[in-house]
């Protein structure tokens, strides 16, 4: 009860739009109906419509009032360590498994990593001013729609000069980290990968054609061997359209 008005509101609004009390497709009532039936100013009801169309639950059409959103398709993204040692792309395999077709646009260059991407990858300053990194920027599609962007960051101590070097070029353009770097002798026996939630940037947004506002989950990815870190990269989906789902072997069974 100590929260703003139109957050009370919010929240009652958006509990009957989840539990389907108001199926999408539905038209709210007119502003100044909503605020005779709640008792409160029409601002206040315009500052709780305006946060539920950030949240996405919500659209205003002008001239024919505010209705439900429908409801996109969810998508799955599976993190197995069974998975990412596959051939080919982890990425096209599951929107395989979901009879949607997966592509994907890149662009790679060499540049000099930032301080935070240099203690991921537990680099050592540089000695000299050559970039130390190969930057691939991913834009992830899913049945044609932009669906996840990704930053992968590679170190070029490894892989300058290989037939690697390039993610998306060469024989084994299209694979995964970690038979790529196998290729050049760089066995992957890891990974780590921490996930949150926030607000997306604006740049994310328009890129993934959400809301301004809107939550995206963001992965935290480490590909290590023997220990130490050989990729690293930063992936970014909308929280509404996307499900996580983490699988993998309990471990060696005890016995006795």
Do not use: N
């Amino acid at each position: 009860m100590d929260q703003p008005r139109y957050l009370q509101l919010v929240a009652l609004i958006r509990r009957q739009i989840v539990t389907g009390e108001l199926p999408a497709g539905t038209r709210l009532p007119a502003r100044q109906d909503l605020a005779a039936e709640h008792g409160v100013a029409e601002g206040v009801i315009r500052e709780a419509i305006r946060q539920l169309a950030q949240e996405g639950h919500v659209i205003s059409r002008p001239g024919a009032g505010t209705f439900v959103r429908e409801r996109p398709p969810v998508r799955r993204i599976p993190r197995s360590w069974h998975r990412e040692r596959k051939a080919g792309s982890p990425f096209a395999a599951s929107m395989l498994e979901q009879a949607m077709a997966g592509s994907w646009e890149y662009e790679s260059a060499t540049v000099r990593a930032s301080p935070e991407v240099r203690a991921r990858l537990a680099l050592d300053e540089p000695e000299d001013d050559r970039d130390d990194v190969m930057h691939t920027r991913y834009v992830f599609r899913a049945a044609g729609q932009v669906w996840m962007l990704s930053d992968s960051y590679e170190p070029l101590q490894l892989t300058r000069g290989t037939i690697v070097a390039m993610p998306e070029d060469g024989p084994l353009a299209g694979h995964g980290v970690t038979h790529r770097m196998a290729e050049i002798g760089v066995i992957v026996d890891d990974w780590v990968e921490d996930v949150s939630a926030r607000a997306a940037l604006p740049g994310e947004a328009k890129r993934l054609g959400i809301s301004p506002g809107s939550i995206v989950l963001t992965i935290q990815r480490t590909y290590l061997a023997d220990g130490r870190p050989v990729e690293v990269a930063d992936i970014v989906v909308p929280a509404e359209t996307s499900q996580l789902g983490y699988s993998g072997p309990v471990g060696e069974r005890v016995s006795g």
